[in-house]
Structure formats: structure tokens, C-alpha cells
Nanobody, 124 residues
Framework: QVQPVESGGGLVQAGGSLRLSCTVS????????MGWFRQAPGKEREFVAA????????IYADSVKGRFTISRDNAKNTVYLQMNFLKSEDTAAYYC?????????????????WGQGTRVTVSS
């Protein structure tokens, strides 16, 4: 019954910004680590960013470090991904995921619950 739902995707020009949101229903959001992943057409799903259950610790993929920021609001059961200075190679479907262990990690296998994804297209 734990269901993450992403929103905020769309079409943006290179150099622009988007903010993705993921609201989780059911379960105990404030005990879950949360992660963002993405999958481009014809490619495997890859890690983007993760945040600890309390929000005090974050990790990022090298490809987005300095451009993307992950944050969370436990009162709203929501995790965010602020994406700045977007590039055409950021085009992908973006997924959020929740880890019951509370351990923030880049490992896909550590996440128990996944959303359906939201598409981001960056035009050059």
C-alpha cells in the first residue's frame, strides 16, 4: 500500500530548471530513505540522488552533482528534486523510490517501493 507518485516533469530548454515532486501515500514516510533514479530510452535505470530519512544526508551521481538538489518535507510526505542547468543528456523518465531500511544508497536493489515515473525532456 506504499505508493510513491511523481509529478513535475515536462519539456524544458537546455539551461533551464524543473522541480520534481514525489508524494508517498501509506507506510511511514519519515522512516524511509528516498531516492531518485532515471532511465533514458534504450539505457538502464541509473541513480540520480538519495536522501536519508531525516534529510540530513544526501548523495548524488557525479553527472548531476552541483546541478541537482534533493530535499524532503516529512510533514508533507514529499521528496523533491530541484534540477538546474539542465542538459539534453538529462532527458529521461525520472522515478522516485522508498527504502524501508532508512539507508540512503545508490543501489537500486535497496529500494522497496517505486513510483510510475515522470518524463523530463530537455531540448537543445
Amino acid at each position: 500500500q506504499v505508493q510513491p507518485v511523481e509529478s513535475g516533469g515536462g519539456l524544458v530548454q537546455a539551461g533551464g530548471s524543473l522541480r520534481l515532486s514525489c508524494t508517498v501515500s501509506g507506510g511511514s514516510f519519515n522512516t524511509y530513505a528516498m531516492g531518485w533514479f532515471r532511465q533514458a530510452p534504450g539505457k538502464e535505470r541509473e541513480f540520480v540522488a538519495a536522501i536519508s530519512w531525516g534529510g540530513g544526508h544526501t548523495i548524488y551521481a557525479d553527472s548531476v552533482k552541483g546541478r541537482f538538489t534533493i530535499s524532503r518535507d516529512n510533514a508533507k510526505n514529499t521528496v523533491y528534486l530541484q534540477m538546474n542547468f539542465l542538459k539534453s543528456e538529462d532527458t529521461a523518465a525520472y522515478y522516485c523510490a522508498a527504502a524501508r531500511s532508512g539507508y540512503y544508497t545508490s543501489r537500486t536493489q535497496a529500494y522497496d517501493f517505486w513510483g510510475q515515473g515522470t518524463r523530463v525532456t530537455v531540448s537543445s
